[in-house]
């Protein structure tokens, strides 16, 4: 599933191409669900621009010229691809808007295999409450290590399964926690009112390096090819992680043990990672 820095690159991306644009068309895929409805949908999108482009955790959010946002979350294999409007239409492509500015157009395709992604339209007031979901993004500033620590804190469980939970922070998937957690060299296991909050400020510092790299590096593209960016290439991030995948620990090379927290793969090294 795409986590912050594959969903932080397309956002990116669209930013800087589709910032202005005004939507001319709006074909979707019949019986594809769409929030609220699709005539809804349609008639509200027709004909608005796209002034802003932004990200609420793994949400990616266009801010309309009128009082909508439209968002897209790309789930287990949703992908968001610009291509010319003359050009096939792609595989499992479920969504496509038409947008042009200035004499140039681009579709902007929703492609979504197994159609768990989530494609809405929503108007300020619902956008806030969707917000109110997630808890402060990983990368924020405002994320002090105290707050960090508290927040971990109330949640009775494993660290690395609260870290995954979008309601205590926002933006973490297994692979980037996975890897936060071993630069840390914290246990997934570790419970997390047993963190102090040194270890917090080490977990809190070690996430927001890894998600800085796994942007820098434009995301991570596993054997599957399920994630691209907007212009269909992989991201890169799978040549640096750093314990996720590993057979070996590349500090100690003890063995890597790998075990299914809460049914999410998890690697860690039990020398590192006491």
């Given at each position: ?145 105290q707050d960090f ?24 998937g297994n692979i ?74 590349p500090v100690c ?22």
């Open positions: 599933m795409p986590e912050l820095p594959e969903v932080h690159t397309i956002a990116s991306d669209l930013k800087t191409t589709i910032e202005g644009f005004r939507i001319d068309d709006v074909e979707l895929e019949k019986g594809y669900k769409v929030y609220p409805t699709a005539d809804y949908f349609a008639k509200t999108l027709v004909g608005a621009h796209v002034d802003k482009v932004g990200r609420i955790g793994k949400n990616i959010v266009l801010k309309l010229d009128s009082p909508n946002f439209l968002t897209f979350h790309l789930a287990m294999t949703g992908r968001l691809l610009l291509k010319d409007p003359t050009t096939p239409k792609a595989l499992h492509q479920r969504l496509q808007l038409t947008l042009s500015n200035k004499g140039e157009s681009v579709a902007l395709r929703f492609c979504d295999a197994r159609m768990f992604g989530k494609v809405s339209v929503w108007t300020g007031q619902e956008l806030r409450k969707l917000k109110a979901k997630y808890g402060p993004d990983v990368l924020t500033q405002e994320l002090l290590p620590a508290a927040r971990l804190k109330i949640k009775n469980t494993s660290v690395k399964n609260a870290l995954l939970e979008q309601a205590t922070v926002a933006g973490l980037y926690a996975t890897d936060a957690l071993w630069l840390a060299k914290i246990h997934p296991e570790t419970k997390t009112r047993d963190l102090d909050l040194q270890q917090a400020t080490d977990l809190l510092k070690a996430a927001k390096d890894i998600l800085a790299e796994g942007i820098a590096h434009r995301g991570s593209t596993l054997p599957d090819e399920a994630y691209v960016d907007v212009f269909g290439q992989p991201g890169h991030h799978q040549k640096y992680f750093r314990i996720y995948g590993k057979t070996f620990c090379t003890t063995r890597v043990d790998y075990k299914k927290l809460n049914g999410r793969g998890t690697y860690f090294c039990p020398s590192c990672q006491k």
